[in-house]
């Protein structure tokens, strides 16, 4: 079974930050995370993941740098931010809040004693 692109829309931008938090990487290194994370599940397309860039460079969650790789192409690095902890923080508290709800409602159903 693979995870429906609904299903993770929306926690795009705590995922590349949650990555981040364990050290600076580039993007293609982050898929590589994701993907190994979800068991090959799920990846960002690449217009997905460097957009989130943008936007979170832009809201002050992360910064970015060129490598100095000796060798093969430079490297934009990115690197999460005292800001971007706090947003990973909120959206962790989100997503288990969340989680929790989700698994209330997605449980069995009783009516009079029967289980649906």
């Given amino acids: 079974m693979s995870i429906t692109a609904d299903l993770i829309r ?3 931008d705590a995922i590349i930050l949650n990555q981040l938090a364990s050290g600076d990487s580039y993007g ?3 898929n590589l995370a994701i993907r190994a994370a979800t068991e090959e599940k799920y990846a960002l397309k690449e217009a997905t993941l460097y957009t989130a860039f943008r936007r979170l ?4 969650y992360i910064r970015s740098y060129w490598g ?4 093969g192409a430079r ?3 990115y690197s999460i931010t ?3 902890q706090e947003a990973l923080a909120a959206a962790r508290a989100e997503w288990q809040t969340a989680d929790r709800l ?3 409602l997605l449980e069995p ?3 009079e004693g029967e289980t649906l």
Avoid: F, L, P
């Avoid at 100095?68 to 060798?71: A, T, V």
């Fill in 57 to 60: 460079e832009e809201a002050g």
């Fill in 102 to 104: 989700i698994g209330r």
């Fill in 109 to 111: 159903v009783t009516r």
């Fill in 82 to 84: 005292n800001a971007g």
């Fill in 75 to 77: 490297r934009r690095y």
């Fill in 68 to 71: 100095d790789e000796e060798s």
């Fill in 28 to 30: 293609y290194r982050i």
């Fill in 10 to 12: 929306g926690h795009t």
